[in-house]
C-alpha cells in the first residue's frame, strides 16, 4: 500500500478483491455485505474499483502522490494549471532530487470574504508566492532499509513505514521536522507577510527578474545581458506600461534567491 485515503488508496497488489474473498468470511464480513448491498442497488457485486493504473508513482506524504505512467495526480498545495502531465513529472522527481525539495510558484485565488468584509470592495482575483515543499508529513514511521543506510538520499526510493505508537509522537516528529523550514523571530524583521502582487503584470516582471539569474536558462535569458543591477532597473522602467511598477536594488536581491519554475 503506497497511500490510503477515505474513498481510495494506491496498491501494487493484483486482483486484491479476489485474494480478500479467499480469506475467512469472519475477517472479510463488511466487504461481504458491502459486495451483497452493492449487487442489489446497482447488479455490480465489485466492492473495489480502479480508477486508474500503470507503471510508476512519486510519493511524498498521505495525500501527494503522482502517477508516472498512469492518470493519478494528487498535490494538494499546488495550482498545476497550464502543465502538462510530463512536465510535472520532470518537475517533482527534480525537486525531489534537491536538497531543499521545494519549489515556488504563483498562486491564484480570489480575496477571502473577512478582508472583504473588513477593508470593502469586491471579489478580485489575488496573485501571490507560493512554497510547494515535497515533505514528508510523519504520519507514520520510515522503515530505513538496512542495505541503504550508507545512503544520504534516499528520494528516489519507495519506503515502507509503519504506524505510528500514538499521535504523540507524530506531533514530536511533525514539530522536529518545521526547524528547517522555521524563521526564528528577529525584532528588526517581524514582518513575515508573503508577497502579494498587484496585477499579472507586476507578477510578469517579478518572473522575468527570476528568470534572469536562474541557474538554467529561462525564457532566452543568458544572465549577462546588464552589467549592474540599475541597468535592469532602467529597463523595465523604461516600458510604459511597466513605469509604475516599484523595483529597487533591495527587492531584486530578494528576488535573486527565489526559485522560478
Known amino acids: 500500500m503506497v497511500s490510503v485515503t477515505t474513498d481510495g488508496f494506491i496498491t501494487d497488489l493484483e486482483n486484491l478483491e479476489t485474494k480478500l474473498l479467499f480469506l475467512p468470511e469472519e ?4 466487504l461481504r455485505k458491502y459486495r451483497a448491498i452493492r449487487t442489489d442497488l446497482s447488479g455490480v457485486s465489485d466492492a473495489l474499483e480502479v480508477k486508474s493504473d500503470g507503471k510508476g508513482i512519486i510519493s511524498w506524504t498521505t495525500r501527494g502522490q503522482l502517477g508516472i505512467d498512469s492518470k493519478i495526480v494528487a498535490a494538494t498545495g499546488f495550482q498545476r494549471a497550464g502543465f502538462d502531465k510530463n512536465e510535472l513529472v520532470t518537475l517533482f522527481k527534480n525537486t525531489l ?4 525539495k521545494l519549489f515556488e510558484f504563483t498562486r491564484k485565488s480570489l480575496r477571502s470574504a ?8 469586491q471579489v478580485t482575483e489575488v496573485l501571490k508566492d507560493q512554497t510547494f515543499r515535497l515533505f514528508y508529513d510523519n504520519r507514520r514511521e520510515i522503515i530505513e532499509p538496512t542495505d541503504l543506510q550508507e545512503s544520504f538520499n534516499l528520494s528516489n526510493v519507495l519506503l515502507d513505514s509503519n504506524p505510528l505508537a500514538n499521535i504523540n509522537i507524530c506531533k514530536t516528529f511533525r514539530f522536529l521536522s518545521k526547524f528547517p523550514i522555521t524563521i526564528p523571530y528577529n525584532k528588526n524583521n517581524a514582518n513575515r507577510s508573503s508577497t502579494l502582487y498587484k496585477s499579472k503584470l507586476e507578477v ?3 518572473n522575468f527578474i527570476k528568470a534572469y539569474y536562474c541557474t538554467n536558462e529561462k525564457f532566452g535569458l543568458k544572465g549577462n545581458e546588464f552589467k549592474f543591477i540599475w541597468e535592469m532597473i532602467s529597463f523595465i522602467n523604461g516600458f510604459e506600461s511597466t513605469k509604475d511598477i516599484k523595483i529597487s536594488i533591495s527587492s531584486i536581491s530578494k528576488l535573486k534567491n527565489r526559485r522560478l519554475i
Open 204 to 206: 510578469g516582471v517579478r
Open 27 to 30: 475477517y472479510t464480513t463488511l
Open 114 to 121: 473577512k478582508d472583504i468584509f473588513e477593508k470593502g470592495g
Open 97 to 100: 532530487s534537491k536538497e531543499n
